[in-house]
């Protein structure tokens, strides 16, 4: 089987200032460097992507978007393109959100559209799929997420895999302090790497990275990382804290 690098993502969402979000981006590359098991990304807002490069361009801490609209340039007022983001040294992107999907209202076919376009500029694209509290419920857990997934991977050849990560963040899990347990989390990420060995491999399929994501913290992470599907997290609150987001990649170490 290939060995996966656990991969750690911290999703500052529409939080922090310039300072205390210099000041944490700092914190986060001190803890990175000391750690060779697992990746470790950023996604500040727009607005400071500059100014947290220059904190972490010498550490390995990659830096990532939380957003971007797919088309080269032109008359998309208040969009940011995939070569602006290039020139700010983002390498990483992150597509279907569940607050982009819920709040935003973005469809599977635009989540489907960025994903082949920011593929075809070479970025890492992670696709977030997740079901809300009502689908569970209903028990469509699994058509929600893998209609989500086949959705989105498209027009993704096996070729291009290799720049895609899946973040299986549901979504009554995210910022509710309510995680799924290991065993749930770890039966809808089995799912999604069967259904990516039936649309493409098994060697796609055990090489693709999936990260949890929904109220991850320090006192959980260890327990989701011990899951043999769990290959890292995508961490929103706990990522605001230097602490919190150090003691979650130690967790990966
Ligand atoms: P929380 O960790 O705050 O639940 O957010 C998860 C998330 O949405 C990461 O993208």
């Known amino acids: 089987m290939t060995q996966r690098r656990y991969i750690i993502g911290g999703n500052w969402k529409m939080n922090t200032d310039l300072e205390t979000g210099m000041a944490l981006a ?5 803890v990175a460097s000391t750690c060779e098991a697992c990746d ?3 996604y500040p807002p727009f607005p400071y992507l500059q100014a947290i490069d220059s904190v972490i361009s010498s550490s390995p801490v990659a830096l990532g978007s939380q957003n971007f609209w797919p088309e080269a340039s032109g008359a998309f007022t208040g969009e940011v393109s995939c070569d602006m983001l290039k020139d ?6 992150l597509v279907g959100h569940s607050e982009r999907r819920h709040v935003l209202h973005e469809s599977n076919a635009l989540i489907a559209q960025k994903v082949d376009f920011a593929i075809e500029r070479d970025f890492q694209v992670v696709l977030c799929v997740g079901e809300t509290i009502e689908q569970r419920e209903a028990g469509n857990t ?3 997420v893998l209609g989500q997934l086949q959705s989105g991977l498209e027009s993704v050849n096996h070729e291009s895999m290799k720049n895609i ?3 299986y ?7 509710t302090g309510k ?5 749930d989390a770890q039966a809808v990420h089995g799912a999604i790497r069967e259904a990516l060995a039936s649309r493409y491999d098994d060697n796609v399929a055990s090489s693709t990275r999936i990260q949890y994501g929904g109220s991850v913290k320090p006192e959980n992470a260890k327990e989701l990382f011990a899951c043999p599907d769990i290959d890292g997290a995508l961490v929103g609150g706990a990522a605001l804290s230097g602490e919190s987001f150090a003691a979650i990649i ?4």
């Open 88 to 93: 700010l040294s983002v390498t990483s992107v």
């Open 40 to 42: 470790v990304v950023v």
């Open 142 to 144: 699994l058509d929600i």
């Open 179 to 183: 995680t799924a347990s290991a065993e």
């Open 169 to 175: 963040e549901p979504v009554w899990a995210i910022g």
């Open 165 to 167: 990560v899946i973040a």
């Open 26 to 30: 700092s914190q986060v590359a001190d």
């Open 250 to 253: 130690e967790a990966a170490c």
